[in-house]
């Protein structure tokens, strides 16, 4: 394999030909008071541009700024506003984009820096100390489009930083498939559509929106988002144009904070882009590539998270020209196979590897879980990406996912049949009981009811469940498993249900109302996953009085602590996190579990409690997050 060194980096092309910026132009700033519903939103961009940007980058707005003490939120400048409006159309030839089409005539825009004195005071109302714009870019996010784990964090941590204060915009794809075009319903066209040069052609693409939960939700559109299937395959495998479908993405979300007057304004250059896996990888390439050096968006920063190694957007070289990128810039991409893993003698394993790319030009890198940020250097969990994350440590960081609590809350979940919390159990042995019944199985408080949950995918150890299901299945316990994907296993859970009718089901779909009533019903969830980037069944399970039975990796170790009787008050465990990952000890572990379930009745309750009592929230890792954005703008952006 090729070293994929931050070296690659040194490709850029000089920034000699950058052309004249277009200066802001005054008749379109809006003189009109804004609506009230705007004044925070102003406040949030006035403040967002007072973070402590690196001196010679600053934006001329920002010279006439005061001092930048971090922590401290300076009153907003006095100068007239300087914020260009311009999307890359605006900027000259030199970038590729064809121009925005703006359908609707008259629209204004406020720019960030006119005075109002009803703008509120940020460091009173909101939690985060400094407010900025915050750009996620991602293939899924519920509750529009969920394949797994991502759909929840893009769902979810948005809105925890919205209500810190922040001015936060989600961009992704408005996917129609027939199942999820009702929830892109109350999205509305924004009047812009914009043409992106890649793969041989113009691809226009439009821009739809809504506003909840005080995040800005913007849907590219375009005709390869919608088909039948899920988000990223049918039946037969992944989509062949998945590459063309995330670059799409990738310019759509560099465009979208430059031309979308969201609520009135414009994001503007000083944004925070969060970029989630690799088919949102392109966009810290783009901002090193194709505008930082024409003097757009030096005053943003990226920050690639990484929720899964797995995958990693890896296409044939010969693509790269798709791409619309600087042939300068092949090397950041750059990924060559090993030599065992090339198909025949003359293969010389030459490929592109979008989150690569993301990995060498991003500012900073998140992890979901501490554990999985040491994992990811090491050759057993680095997926090939090991030595360039090792470079990179610097910059690297992992932060434990929180949970949407509005979402999976045993007190309120609005698909369970009874509610209960901490201070009253009782319903959570109904809700077992209606599971039971609901499956077909004998309704029996004494007996353990162990579940799965899960994409049905090689990281998931269905293996080890597959191998263990004889043994299992002789003792008196009963079994559920909820998952869909590989087809191999798809078709054994429904084997296994045909041979194990009173104690085992396989229900294989995709039901999130179904996953909140296991989670709820059951008395064990068990995660023999192969490795775990974080992991958030665990984190329901243990909201949901739960007991997690998992595989001591990545963010299941940091979350799950083993139970032990002797440990001092408080202190004595969540859960069983057992290693190393072999069928003889997971079926211990879930053994020990199933036994202190019948015959320790305090202490089981103590585990239940325990895990109920935990903070899952987002506010702390929003507040982790809020940190690595701070160290982002302390340093130079990436350039060249
Ligand atoms: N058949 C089904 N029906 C209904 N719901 C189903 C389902 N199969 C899965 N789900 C749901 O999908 C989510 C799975 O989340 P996980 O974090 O456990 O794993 P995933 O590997 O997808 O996520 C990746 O990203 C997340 C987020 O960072 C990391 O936690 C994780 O380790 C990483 O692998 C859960 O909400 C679960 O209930
Ligand atoms: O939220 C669940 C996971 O969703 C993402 O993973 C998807 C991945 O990004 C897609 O590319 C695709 O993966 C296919 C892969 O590209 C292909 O080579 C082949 O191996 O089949 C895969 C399955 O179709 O689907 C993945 C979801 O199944 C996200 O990147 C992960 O972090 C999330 O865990």
Redesign the pocket.
């Known amino acids: 394999m090729a070293t994929p060194g931050v070296g690659a980096a040194c490709l850029a092309p000089s920034a000699a030909a950058a052309p004249r910026r277009r200066a802001a132009d005054p008749a379109r700033a809006c003189s009109a008071r804004p609506r009230l519903s705007l004044v925070r939103r102003r406040c949030v961009a006035e403040l967002s541009r007072e973070g402590p940007a690196s001196p010679p980058l600053r934006s001329p707005a920002q010279q006439l700024a005061p001092p930048v003490v971090p922590g401290f939120l300076a009153p907003a400048p006095q100068a007239p506003p300087t914020l260009p409006d311009a999307g890359v159309g605006d900027l000259g030839p030199e970038l590729m984009l064809e121009g925005i089409v703006e359908d609707s005539v008259d629209r204004t825009v406020i720019v960030a820096s006119e005075q109002d004195s009803e703008i509120i005071d940020a460091k009173e109302q909101f939690p985060a100390k400094v407010t900025r714009s915050i750009v996620f870019v991602t293939g899924e996010a519920?509750p529009y489009a969920?394949?797994?784990?991502?759909?929840?964090?893009c769902g979810s941590l948005p809105i925890a930083l919205a209500a810190r204060g922040h001015r936060v915009m989600v961009v992704m794809p408005r996917y129609l498939n027939g199942s999820s075009d009702k929830n892109y319903a109350k999205a509305f066209y924004t009047g812009k559509h914009i043409k992106i040069p890649c793969f041989g052609g113009s691809h226009e693409v439009t821009f739809f929106h809504e506003y909840r939960d005080s995040v800005d939700w913007v849907f590219v559109d375009h005709p390869s988002y919608h088909r039948p299937g899920s988000l990223y395959g049918d039946n037969f495998g992944a989509f062949g144009d998945n590459q063309f479908r995330y670059t799409l993405l990738c310019y759509a979300a560099c465009e979208a904070p430059l031309i979308l007057e969201l609520g009135g304004y414009i994001y503007g250059q000083n944004c925070m882009f969060v970029v989630n896996d690799w088919h949102a990888s392109l966009v810290p390439v783009l901002l090193a590539s194709k505008y930082r050096p024409y003097g757009v968006y030096r005053d943003s920063r990226s920050t690639l998270?990484i929720?899964?190694l797995?995958h990693q957007g890896v296409e044939p070289a010969n693509t790269y020209p798709d791409l619309g990128l600087p042939p300068e810039w092949y090397g950041a991409l750059e990924w060559v196979f090993p030599e065992w893993a090339r198909r025949h003698a003359l293969d010389k394993g030459e490929a592109v590897n979008f989150l690569k790319g993301a990995v060498v030009t991003a500012d900073r890198i998140v992890t979901?879980?501490q554990g999985?940020s040491w994992e990811v250097t090491t050759a057993e969990g680095g997926q090939g990406l090991n030595e360039l994350l090792s470079s990179r440590k610097s910059v690297l960081n992992g932060i434990v996912?929180g949970i949407d609590i509005n979402d999976w809350n045993p007190t309120t979940d609005k698909c369970l049949p009874y509610h209960y919390s901490v201070d009253d159990l009782s319903g959570k042995a109904k809700c077992k009981a209606e599971l039971q019944k609901e499956l077909g199985l004998p309704v029996r408080e004494d007996v353990p009811l162990i579940g799965f949950?899960?994409?049905l995918?090689y990281?998931?150890g269905i293996d080890l469940i597959k191998m263990a299901i004889p043994d299992l299945m002789r003792e008196d316990i009963q079994f559920v498993m909820?998952?869909?994907?590989d087809p191999i296993f798809e078709g054994w859970m429904r084997s296994t249900e045909s041979s194990y009718k009173e104690k085992f089901r396989g229900?294989v779909?995709?039901?999130?109302p179904?996953?909140h009533r296991i989670?709820a019903g059951c008395d064990i969830l068990l995660?023999p996953?192969r490795?775990?980037?974080?992991?958030?069944?665990?984190l329901?399970a243990m909201q949901y009085g739960t007991i997690p039975v998992v595989h001591a990796t990545?963010?299941l170790r940091d979350t799950v602590e083993t139970f032990n009787p002797f440990g001092k008050k408080g202190e004595e465990g969540t859960g069983w996190a057992f290693s190393p990952l072999t069928v003889d000890k997971m079926l211990w572990a879930l053994r020990t579990a199933t036994s202190t379930y019948r015959e320790h009745k305090p202490s089981w309750e103590g585990l239940m409690k325990r895990g109920m009592s935990k903070d899952h929230t987002w506010d702390h890792a929003a507040e982790q997050y809020e940190q690595i954005f701070e160290w982002a703008f302390v340093d130079q952006p990436y350039v060249m």
């Not at 779909?509 to 999130?512: A, C, E, I, L, R």
């Not at 775990?532 to 665990?538: D, V």
Request: hydrophobic content about 30%.
């Open positions: 519920a969920k394949s797994g784990g991502l759909g929840d964090v998270v929720h899964n797995a979901v879980s999985y996912n949950i899960g994409r995918d990281q998931k909820l998952g869909s994907g229900w779909g995709f039901s999130v179904v996953s989670t995660m996953s490795f775990e980037p974080c992991g958030l069944n665990q329901y990545g963010g």
